[in-house]
């Protein structure tokens, strides 16, 4: 089975910066495609970023030149750069990873990221 556990989130002013870390335990990180969800009360979960095992990239227009998602296969861990951060990015963010031939998906318990003057 799969575990993922976020943490980085916290309170920062706009124009702050952030970096979210997700933490995968199981095996064969490297086949899965991993992404960035959040969360805002009241509305639908919205893809971030996601980045696959080839290395391709997507991005949510809302934050192209500001995030950038990275993973490390030797840590098995991926990130979340957040800068430029607005207040509109206040979210519950989520770490997910699929796996594209098993069809198995997994989810994180979310990290609060609250962007407030």
């Known amino acids: 089975q799969v575990q993922l556990v976020e943490s980085g989130g916290g309170l920062v002013q706009p124009g702050g910066s952030l970096r979210l870390s997700c933490a995968f335990s199981g095996s064969s990180f490297s086949d899965y495609t991993m992404g960035w969800y959040r969360q805002i009360p009241g509305k639908q979960r919205e893809l971030v970023a996601s980045?696959?095992?080839?290395?391709?990239?997507n991005y949510a227009d809302s934050v192209k030149g500001r995030f950038t998602i990275s993973r490390d296969n030797a840590k098995t861990t991926v990130s979340l750069q957040m800068n430029s951060l607005k207040t509109e990015d206040t979210a519950v963010y989520y770490c997910k990873a699929f796996h594209p031939w098993r069809t198995a998906e997994y989810w994180g318990q979310g990290t609060q990221v609250t962007v407030s003057s």
């Open positions: 980045i696959f095992r080839g290395g391709s990239i």
